[in-house]
């Protein structure tokens, strides 16, 4: 095999004396250096080449490292290049067998190794250009998070949130440049959290502590209707948890939930693995915004809402693994349009209210098979002085898997 012609270099706030002589001579070998400016100042005394800054956008950073094929090219990156690094990024267009890498300790690591925290006990996070919401369906009681901030504003605004969602008792261990001369770690609770002058380059340590009133998203589907803000149009705790595990999510999939009133399974879905992702589509303007708030407060902030009628709205999407439709479903088109774009062996699942929507659904099961399935949920309520059952709505279900 030919002498890759790439090498990243992860590199630490220690500069080249953390380095490994590996690292070292990678850099002092390299004809060109790409990193960012705190990187290449970091490694200028190993760089014997010519040192290229990344540019903006960086999305053009990957375009100026692949023509450079053929010589002797260095990427310096933060800590382990491939733990939230630009080695993942850069594997996406290089083979890893034209490809060296020699990691550094991450952030991480680091933070991990001060406070004395099994990291394979601890949720790593990286909050960098990323929404903070994303920490919400970590925040448990007892639990240990990394969180890895864009910049100085970072811990405050996580304090904030913490603070807002009842978790303000909870601890933030602040490091700031971890391994470099200008290491600090400071801690404070996070409604008193009033730190200041924290380096932009920091890592947040979280231990959970929750308030009575603390908004906890349990881990099993079929979360409380109260959770979620809406109008009356959500599929019921107790459905929601049946349609879910009917739509059986599996890592890396994408669901269509076609009218989504409050966007409930989707939010679930997405809730079930970070790899999953969901589209929400919904003709309601109102509750197409009251989506996007829902997958905010409940930490997937990347549900995508689509604000438009099926079936036109369903043109140009990504296939989808599944197919929720909890409405709309007796509109023309509809039901046609999502059995075409489901992929081969993907999900679908339909539930009925009204007679149309069950006749339509009758309809489909005569012509694809599948499974029909009646769902009837009662809930005991105060009768007079007593208690009787109250019946919900009965839900009509048809589960199919397309063949």
Same mark, same amino acid.
Request: aromatic letters at 4%.
């Given at each position: 095999?030919?002498?890759?012609?790439?090498?990243?270099?992860?590199?630490?706030?220690?500069?080249?004396?953390?380095?490994?002589?590996?690292?070292?001579?990678?850099?002092?070998?390299?004809?060109?250096?790409?990193?960012?400016?705190?990187?290449?100042?970091?490694?200028?005394?190993?760089?014997?080449?010519?040192?290229?800054?990344?540019?903006?956008?960086?999305?053009?950073?990957?375009?100026?490292?692949?023509?450079?094929?053929?010589?002797?090219?260095?990427?310096?990156?933060?800590?382990?290049?491939?733990?939230?690094?630009?080695?993942?990024?850069?594997?996406?267009?290089?083979?890893?067998?034209?490809?060296?890498?020699?990691?550094?300790?991450?952030?991480?690591?680091?933070?991990?190794?001060?406070?004395?925290?099994?990291?394979?006990?601890?949720?790593?996070?990286?909050?960098?250009?990323?929404?903070?919401?994303?920490?919400?369906?970590?925040?448990?009681?007892?639990?240990?998070?990394?969180?890895?901030?864009?910049?100085?504003?970072?811990?405050?605004?996580?304090?904030?949130?913490?603070?807002?969602?009842?978790?303000?008792?909870?601890?933030?261990?602040?490091?700031?440049?971890?391994?470099?001369?200008?290491?600090?770690?400071?801690?404070?609770?996070?409604?008193?959290?009033?730190?200041?002058?924290?380096?932009?380059?920091?890592?947040?340590?979280?231990?959970?502590?929750?308030?009575?009133?603390?908004?906890?998203?349990?881990?099993?589907?079929?979360?409380?209707?109260?959770?979620?803000?809406?109008?009356?149009?959500?599929?019921?705790?107790?459905?929601?948890?049946?349609?879910?595990?009917?739509?059986?999510?599996?890592?890396?999939?994408?669901?269509?939930?076609?009218?989504?009133?409050?966007?409930?399974?989707?939010?679930?879905?997405?809730?079930?693995? &970070?790899? !999953? @992702?969901? #589209?929400?589509?919904?003709?309601?303007? $109102?509750? *197409?915004?009251?989506? =996007?708030?829902? %997958?905010?407060?409940?930490?997937? &902030?990347? !549900? @995508?809402? #689509?604000?438009?009628?099926?079936?036109? $709205?369903? *043109?140009?999407?990504? =296939?989808?693994? %599944?197919?929720?439709?909890?409405?709309?479903?007796?509109?023309?088109?509809?039901?046609?349009?999502?059995? $075409?774009?489901?992929?081969?062996?993907?999900?679908?699942?339909?539930?009925?209210?009204?007679?149309?929507?069950?006749?339509?659904?009758?309809?489909?099961?005569?012509?694809?098979?599948?499974?029909?399935?009646?769902?009837?949920?009662?809930?005991?309520?105060?009768?007079?002085?007593?208690?009787?059952?109250?019946?919900?709505?009965?839900?009509?279900?048809?589960?199919?898997?397309?063949?």
């Amino acid at each position: 095999m030919a002498d890759p012609w790439l090498t990243i270099v992860g590199i630490g706030e220690d500069g080249v004396p953390g380095l490994s002589p590996a690292a070292r001579q990678a850099i002092e070998a390299a004809e060109i250096v790409f990193g960012g400016a705190r990187h290449l100042e970091l490694a200028a005394p190993a760089i014997r080449g010519a040192p290229h800054a990344w540019p903006s956008p960086f999305s053009a950073a990957i375009d100026a490292v692949l023509a450079e094929k053929g010589r002797n090219v260095c990427v310096l990156a933060s800590g382990d290049p491939f733990h939230y690094g630009v080695g993942a990024t850069l594997a996406r267009h290089v083979d890893a067998a034209q490809m060296r890498v020699i990691p550094h300790a991450s952030a991480f690591s680091l933070a991990a190794a001060r406070l004395g925290w099994a990291l394979q006990d601890v949720i790593s996070l990286s909050l960098h250009g990323r929404p903070l919401d994303l920490i919400r369906p970590h925040l448990h009681p007892a639990a240990r998070i990394l969180a890895l901030t864009s910049d100085e504003h970072g811990p405050a605004a996580l304090a904030k949130l913490l603070t807002e969602a009842g978790f303000g008792r909870s601890i933030i261990t602040v490091m700031e440049a971890l391994g470099g001369a200008d290491e600090r770690v400071r801690s404070q609770m996070a409604e008193l959290f009033a730190l200041t002058d924290i380096n932009p380059l920091n890592i947040c340590a979280v231990t959970a502590v929750p308030l009575p009133d603390a908004r906890i998203l349990p881990l099993t589907p079929g979360l409380d209707d109260a959770l979620f803000e809406h109008d009356g149009q959500i599929t019921k705790r107790d459905i929601r948890a049946l349609t879910l595990a009917a739509l059986a999510p599996r890592r890396h999939e994408t669901l269509w939930d076609i009218g989504a009133g409050s966007g409930s399974i989707g939010i679930e879905w997405m809730l079930a693995d &970070p790899s !999953l @992702r969901a #589209i929400a589509i919904e003709d309601n303007a $109102a509750r *197409a915004e009251r989506i =996007a708030r829902n %997958a905010a407060s409940f930490g997937v &902030p990347d !549900l @995508r809402v #689509i604000t438009g009628r099926a079936p036109e $709205a369903l *043109a140009g999407l990504d =296939a989808p693994h %599944a197919i929720f439709i909890g409405g709309g479903g007796s509109e023309p088109g509809v039901m046609e349009t999502a059995i $075409a774009a489901l992929r081969p062996g993907g999900r679908l699942v339909a539930n009925a209210v009204t007679l149309e929507m069950e006749q339509a659904l009758l309809a489909l099961h005569t012509r694809h098979g599948g499974d029909l399935v009646r769902l009837s949920i009662a809930h005991a309520e105060p009768l007079g002085t007593m208690t009787g059952w109250r019946p919900a709505m009965p839900i009509t279900q048809w589960r199919w898997v397309k063949g």
